[in-house]
């Protein structure tokens, strides 16, 4: 009984350490992803360059990504997400897109 309980009480001990290591590691790997989804998730610069290649070149030429400045963007999707009938989530991925491509 005795020594059951010695072996068992290190291995509690080691497992209990290796739980919280990895919850720590898991809240900041979790925390980091938060961080990368609001800077930019992947998909909508995906989802926006596909908006983009399909809607802004119906009414007039395609506008170079580097034409712009990240600011001049914003303004130029604000009018033309109205002109091209893009839903709020269309447009903001197609600015992320024409902003980390300028
Ligand atoms: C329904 C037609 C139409 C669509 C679709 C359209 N545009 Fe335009 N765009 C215009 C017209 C008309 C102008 C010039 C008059 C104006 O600025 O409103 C213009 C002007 C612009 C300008 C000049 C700067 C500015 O803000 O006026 C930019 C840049 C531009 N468009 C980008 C885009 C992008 C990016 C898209 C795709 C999201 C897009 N356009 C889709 C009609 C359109």
Do not use: Y
């Amino acid at each position: 009984m005795r020594t059951k309980l010695f072996t068992l009480v290190p291995i509690a001990a080691i497992s209990a350490v290796l739980g919280l290591g990895m919850l720590a590691a898991q809240t900041t790997a979790a925390a980091e992803e938060a961080k990368a989804t609001t800077q930019s998730d992947p998909m909508q610069f995906v989802n926006g360059s596909k908006t983009w290649a399909n809607t802004c070149a119906r009414c007039h030429n395609m506008r170079d990504p580097k034409s712009l400045r990240d600011d001049q963007w914003r303004a130029a999707i604000a009018h033309m997400r109205v002109r091209a009938g893009l839903t709020a989530e269309e447009a903001k991925n197609v600015l992320v897109f024409l902003q980390q491509s300028n």
